[in-house]
């Protein structure tokens, strides 16, 4: 890491500005050099607020933002606001209530996270939305250790808050974990019409350093041409069909839930539970019988 610029945005009193200085102090006592600043007068009025970090490994010689690395913001008129002062490569992440225009979704890497209603339905504190932005910002940059995360952390928050608060900046980096796992989840999809086949089993595998979810369909497993990598290219599946019922089943809040909590060493056997649960819960097809599967399926050989 060269040099990590950092924008956090919202509304006065979402915390953007305590955000920044605790990512400012983590990656400080790491040994980087860091620079933290505010919007203050015209530019912080209006229901907008907006606060930087610097973090660099070499001195750094100019402390103001022009197009940040990463772009974080909590509200639409944040969002709206600073959408324009970036660069091709910047990071968008918004809380999942924000429409994002799609000139930016096509140009820019965007994570929509559920950052503010995960604040209030699962932390159980609307005020810990930075804490949970912290942990989404370092795990997507890297500027600091989580052990100097969670010290800069406690030194910020109220007394007795501790552990609710190092929990939110937890689920902000699993937030990040799930959702290379979510997107990457390639699910083949085919017409199967009312037919509800069972998922025969599942693949996680690591691409680029991320967790990678495929599910396969017990019919699959019998092709002839299963081991050409034709049944890898994703597609959106039928919300009527088998992979698209699966879908659903995965964006359940119970299988999300289960997903974000799971080290990432575990997203395997976590995985593998939630598809034999799934099997588990399907009723049987008229007229025809299904086994019980093994999570992991051996692929059938080509036919010659």
Not at 263 to 289: C, F, Q, T, W
Request: hydrophobic residues 35%.
């Amino acid at each position: 890491m060269a040099k990590t610029e950092i924008r956090m945005t919202g509304s006065g009193g979402q915390g953007v500005i305590m955000g920044t200085i605790i990512l400012a102090e983590a990656a400080y006592e790491d040994g980087k050099q860091v620079v933290q600043c505010q919007a203050y007068g015209p530019e912080a009025r209006g229901g907008s607020s907006k606060a930087e970090t610097i973090v660099s490994d070499d001195r750094i010689h100019y402390t103001k933002i022009k197009y940040p690395d990463l772009l974080l913001s909590l509200t639409q008129e944040s969002l709206n606001k600073f959408k324009d002062a970036v660069k091709e490569s910047t990071i968008f992440v918004v809380d999942s209530d924000i429409e994002v225009p799609e000139e930016i979704k096509a140009k820019h890497k965007v994570y929509s996270l559920p950052i503010l209603n995960s604040a209030k339905d699962v932390i159980k504190n609307k005020m810990s939305a930075n804490i949970i932005s912290c942990g989404v910002v370092n795990e997507l940059t890297h500027v600091a250790t989580q052990e100097a995360m969670e010290r800069a952390v406690l030194n910020h928050v109220p007394k007795g808050t501790g552990d609710t608060n190092l929990a939110a900046l937890r689920l902000g980096g699993q937030m990040i974990i799930y959702d290379y796992l979510r997107k990457a989840v390639e699910i083949k999809w085919r017409e199967y019409r009312d037919l509800k086949s069972k998922i025969a089993g599942y693949l996680i595998e690591n691409v680029d350093g991320k967790p990678k979810a495929v599910a396969i369909l017990e019919e699959e497993i019998q092709e002839e041409d299963t081991d050409s990598q034709d049944w890898k290219h994703s597609v959106s599946p039928d919300p009527d069909s088998a992979t698209g019922a699966f879908h659903r089943y995965m964006e359940s809040p119970e299988a999300q839930a289960r997903l974000r909590n799971a080290p990432p060493e575990h997203l395997n056997e976590i995985m593998g539970k939630i598809v034999d649960e799934y099997n588990a819960s399907l009723p049987p097809v008229p007229g025809e019988s299904h086994e019980q599967v093994s999570p992991k399926p051996k692929r059938a050989s080509k036919k010659n």
